[in-house]
């Protein structure tokens, strides 16, 4: 039993050390900080180091993009937080529904096998991460148009999308759907096919992306959604989307 619970434990205690460093360096305030050791403890836990290793890698990516071209983000007013930090919504946004995925699995494998829960779960950081890019990235384009109208707009409206951004959200998707596959491969995580896993995952994030730009513009910009519950509807179509695709290619949740 003792043996049984030592991952665990290492698991929980890397996560806290990760959650730390995150916020001494100011990638996260303190509350989202506990909040991410929180939730990361509950992955690891449940799910095993695959799952935290993909989402601590999203976090990472996140910060890297979130700081690339801070300067000339802060000077056109499109910056994230003070420094570049997130702050507590952002973080729950991003992780309530990879968490979900990992709880429910373990409740119900009948219902969420071990695969589909990969496939799904990396679906859901894949969506994370395009909307990072496109966004952090796809501000420095200097330019954009409406996701809905196709009118010109500023640089970092809601609902705004630029050429740099689409490509940039493209490339989080699909760089996310490979390192899942890495990570699982290298845990030996039961996965689908490994095609299927990538193209579904990829095309999943992607296509969530463009949700997500539809909602800022729609609800979002009238105040009718907040940005990170805008974020966690797009998580979620993310994963709604991946379900229908793994199904319609004759996988089974």
Known sequence: MVLALFPAAIGVVVTVALATAATLSKALTPSAGAVAAIFGAIVVTVGGFPFLGLMVLFVLAS?????YGFEEKRRNGVHEGTEGERGVSNVLAHVIVPTALVLFAALSPSLLPRGALALLYTAALAFGAADTFASEFGVLAGKARSILTLRPVPAGTNGGISGLGELWALVGALTTALLGLALFLIFRTRIPAYGLLIGVATVSGFLACQVD????????NRGWLSKGSTNLLGMTSSVAIAAVLFGVSGGSL
């Open 213 to 220: 730009s539809v909602l800022g513009e729609a609800l979002e």
């Open 63 to 67: 910060v890297l993009a979130t700081r």
